[in-house]
């Protein structure tokens, strides 16, 4: 019996999701967690810098998790967007 090798990557992205779903203040329909492993990067844009350390801090709570890598874009109200 064989098991597919990204199922754990699977399992802790969902985590991850869900945990950043539950955050107030924060789209995280706009946020992508990817796993390597324990590290988990994520993806996407946010409003703000604090949405986006929030969302860094939430995924860091998550059971699995041992580093987590920001690639987020921050969009900002006047529309420009600038790398996190």
């Given at each position: 019996?064989?098991?597919?090798?990204?199922?754990?990557?699977?399992?802790?992205?969902?985590?991850?999701t869900?945990?950043?779903?539950?955050?107030?203040?924060?789209?995280?329909?706009?946020?992508?967690?990817?796993?390597?492993?324990?590290?988990?990067?994520?993806?996407?844009?946010?409003?703000?810098?604090?949405?986006?350390?929030?969302?860094?801090?939430?995924?860091?709570?998550?059971?699995?998790?041992?580093?987590?890598?920001?690639?987020?874009?921050?969009?900002?109200?006047?529309?420009?967007?600038?790398?996190?």
């Open positions: 019996m064989t098991t597919e090798p990204n199922s754990g990557n699977a399992d802790l992205e969902k985590k991850v869900e945990r950043l779903a539950k955050l107030p203040d924060v789209d995280a329909s706009a946020i992508e967690p990817h796993a390597e492993g324990t590290k988990v990067i994520l993806e996407g844009s946010v409003d703000t810098v604090f949405s986006a350390r929030k969302a860094v801090l939430s995924a860091e709570t998550v059971d699995g998790v041992h580093d987590v890598e920001s690639h987020l874009t921050l969009t900002g109200k006047d529309g420009t967007s600038t790398s996190h």
